[in-house]
C-alpha cells in the first residue's frame, strides 16, 4: 500500500488530455495517516464532474472538523487534510479556490452522519460528458484503485456536471448514452457505490432542460440516485459569481446544504 506521496506511485495517471489538470501543489498541506478507523464512521467521497466539482469557489473554506476532513490526491495517493484548494480536481490559482465539496463534508460531520469524511476528488473544469466516455474516465478508475490501496470502500461518487453541455446543446439521448457508456468502463467498486448526480447545469442565467431530463432518466433509485436541484441557485447577487455560472461563497454554502441534506436522508 502507498501511504505516502514520495513512495513509488503504482497507479500512473499519465494525462494531458486536457490544458487543465488536477491541482497537485501540496505546498502547505499537512499528510494523515490514509488508513480508516474501524471504529470510525468514515465516509469516503468520489466526487466528479466539471468545475463546481472543482476549485473555483471565490474563497477557500476552512472546516470546522479540520481534523477529520482528509482529501486523497489521484495523482500521487497521497492523503492529505482537506484544505482549499483540494488535490486531484482542477483550478488551484487566480483567486478561485474554494471547493463545494470541502464543506459538504464538513457539514456531514457537523449533522453526525459521519466521524471523518475523506474525499477524492477528479473533476476536470470544462469537461463534457462526452469526454468523461472517451478520455477522462480513468480518473474515476484512478480514484477507486487509491480507495482500494488504503482499505478505504467507496461511500457514494458524488457527479456535479451539466453545465459544459447546456453551452454544447447536448441533448437527453446523447448525455444518457454517453454517461451509460462510461459506466461501462469502470471499475467494479465504482459501479457497487450509489451514484449522486445533481441537476447542475446553470450557466449565463440558462439551463438546460435536455440534460435536466438526461438525470431524471438516468436515475433508478438505487446505483444512480438524485442528488440536489443546485439550478435552484440562480443569479449574481447571492450565488454565482460575476460569470454568473460558479458559486460565490453564499451559492456555495446553499448548495453545501443541498448535498448535506440529501445525503444524510439517502445513505446508511
Same mark, same amino acid.
Given at each position: 500500500?502507498?501511504?505516502?506521496?514520495?513512495?513509488?506511485?503504482?497507479?500512473?495517471?499519465?494525462?494531458?488530455?486536457?490544458?487543465?489538470?488536477?491541482?497537485?501543489?501540496?505546498?502547505?498541506?499537512?499528510?494523515?495517516?490514509?488508513?480508516?478507523?474501524?471504529?470510525?464512521?468514515?465516509?469516503?467521497?468520489?466526487?466528479?464532474?466539471?468545475?463546481?466539482?472543482?476549485?473555483?469557489?471565490?474563497?477557500?473554506?476552512?472546516?470546522?472538523?479540520?481534523?477529520?476532513?482528509?482529501?486523497?490526491?489521484?495523482?500521487?495517493?497521497?492523503?492529505?487534510?482537506?484544505?482549499?484548494?483540494?488535490?486531484?480536481?482542477?483550478?488551484?490559482?487566480?483567486?478561485?479556490?474554494?471547493?463545494?465539496?470541502?464543506?459538504?463534508?464538513?457539514?456531514?460531520?457537523?449533522?453526525?452522519?459521519?466521524?471523518?469524511?475523506?474525499?477524492?476528488?477528479?473533476?476536470?473544469?470544462?469537461?463534457?460528458?462526452?469526454?468523461?466516455?472517451?478520455?477522462?474516465?480513468?480518473?474515476?478508475?484512478?480514484?477507486?484503485?487509491?480507495?482500494?490501496?488504503?482499505?478505504? $470502500?467507496?461511500? @457514494?461518487?458524488? !457527479?456535479?456536471?451539466?453545465?459544459?453541455?447546456? *453551452?454544447? %446543446? /447536448? +441533448?437527453? =439521448? &446523447?448525455?444518457?448514452?454517453?454517461?451509460?457508456?462510461?459506466?461501462?468502463?469502470?471499475?467494479? $467498486?465504482?459501479? @457497487?457505490?450509489? !451514484?449522486?448526480?445533481?441537476?447542475?447545469?446553470? *450557466?449565463? %442565467? /440558462? +439551463?438546460? =432542460? &435536455?440534460?435536466?431530463?438526461?438525470?431524471?432518466?438516468?436515475?433508478?433509485?438505487?446505483?444512480?440516485?438524485?442528488?440536489?436541484?443546485?439550478?435552484?441557485?440562480?443569479?449574481?447577487?447571492?450565488?454565482?459569481?460575476?460569470?454568473?455560472?460558479?458559486?460565490?461563497?453564499?451559492?456555495?454554502?446553499?448548495?453545501?446544504?443541498?448535498?448535506?441534506?440529501?445525503?444524510?436522508?439517502?445513505?446508511?
Amino acid at each position: 500500500m502507498k501511504l505516502f506521496a514520495s513512495e513509488e506511485d503504482p497507479f500512473n495517471l499519465n494525462e494531458r488530455v486536457f490544458s487543465l489538470v488536477g491541482n497537485n501543489s501540496v505546498s502547505g498541506k499537512s499528510q494523515v495517516y490514509p488508513r480508516i478507523n474501524p471504529y470510525e464512521k468514515t465516509g469516503v467521497f468520489i466526487v466528479a464532474g466539471q468545475s463546481n466539482a472543482a476549485n473555483t469557489g471565490e474563497i477557500a473554506y476552512t472546516p470546522v472538523n479540520a481534523s477529520k476532513v482528509d482529501n486523497v490526491d489521484i495523482l500521487t495517493g497521497g492523503t492529505y487534510a482537506a484544505a482549499d484548494p483540494l488535490l486531484g480536481c482542477s483550478n488551484s490559482v487566480s483567486g478561485t479556490i474554494g471547493n463545494l465539496f470541502t464543506r459538504v463534508a464538513d457539514k456531514l460531520i457537523t449533522a453526525g452522519k459521519y466521524q471523518r469524511v475523506i474525499l477524492i476528488p477528479v473533476a476536470l473544469g470544462g469537461s463534457s460528458v462526452s469526454q468523461w466516455d472517451t478520455i477522462l474516465y480513468p480518473r474515476l478508475n484512478i480514484a477507486s484503485k487509491r480507495a482500494l490501496a488504503q482499505n478505504s $470502500p467507496i461511500t @457514494a461518487v458524488l !457527479w456535479q456536471h451539466g453545465e459544459a453541455d447546456n *453551452t454544447l %446543446a /447536448t +441533448t437527453q =439521448a &446523447s448525455y444518457t448514452g454517453s454517461f451509460n457508456s462510461m459506466r461501462t468502463k469502470l471499475e467494479a $467498486p465504482l459501479l @457497487a457505490a450509489p !451514484w449522486f448526480l445533481a441537476k447542475s447545469t446553470y *450557466t449565463v %442565467a /440558462t +439551463t438546460s =432542460a &435536455s440534460v435536466r431530463a438526461a438525470v431524471t432518466a438516468l436515475v433508478n433509485g438505487s446505483t444512480l440516485r438524485l442528488g440536489p436541484d443546485t439550478d435552484t441557485l440562480t443569479g449574481t447577487t447571492v450565488n454565482r459569481q460575476a460569470d454568473d455560472t460558479h458559486f460565490k461563497a453564499a451559492g456555495a454554502e446553499a448548495a453545501a446544504i443541498l448535498w448535506r441534506d440529501v445525503l444524510v436522508s439517502a445513505l446508511p
